[in-house]
């Protein structure tokens, strides 16, 4: 499991211990100081003396998980877009349209299927891809982080951008292996990956993907039937659920680890549509 999930309760709890361990090696002066640090100061006219004094302004203290807060909200995401590498580590082609892609009528996917290492490497082993990179939708926030995701804070979920030929592969192709990777009938979980990043989702880029991957949705229920659960895989509009590349180091990881954990999470029971 990469990144293990933690929600926001566990975040908590993990701060408050890492606080306490800290007061407990700390003096009782020092202790003291901090927290005497966090209260509102008041501002005493300052009486007439010898030397002349420094008047400070009342400075409001903020609670402490309060700050807490406020400073984990700032890495939920970035300024700016991650910096990814020009070229796919394995396939060689850009990792983003240099206008390649638009020219030759390249199509584009997105889907979510678990921990997106494994993901990736499936799709970019299948004929008919042209380009694969790793990311974020689905969430709240721009330019997600990898630590912001795997907190549930952003509603992201980790995704697969797949950048495929029309006249060598299909979309429907495409959702045939989406759906024979992972388990989808599993919300929010891939295994030993847990947490709302690894939810099941399909973001379509036309009307047409999007009947296909309803279609192909109903045929894993059908092939499911009295097996497992229906699918809970979401299908949402790629336009108003916006792809942000994830970090350079989980681009082709794989390719980069090879003994990397992220297997797959294949239930057996769908057979490919035309």
Known sequence: MHGAFVPAA????????????????????????FLASLRPRRVRAAAAA???????ATVPAMGLFDAIKSAGASMLSQPEPMQVP???RVLGTPLKDDGTWTAKGYGTAYFAGGCFWGLEKTFWTTPGVVSTAVGYQGGEVENPTYRGVCTGGTGHTEVVKVVFDPAATSYTNLLNVFWSSHNPTT????????GTQYRSAIFYTTPEQKAEAERTMAHFNACAKGKLNGATTEIKDAEKEPFYYAEAYHQQYLDANPGGYCPSHGTGLYTPVE
Do not use: F, I
């Open 10 to 33: 566990a975040a908590r709890l993990s701060t408050r211990a890492t606080l306490s361990a800290a007061a407990a090696a700390t003096p009782a002066s020092t202790g003291s100081a």
């Open 50 to 56: 010898p030397r002349a004094r420094t008047a400070h």
């Open 86 to 88: 020009d070229k796919h």
């Open 187 to 194: 919300a929010n979980r891939q295994g030993n990956d847990v």
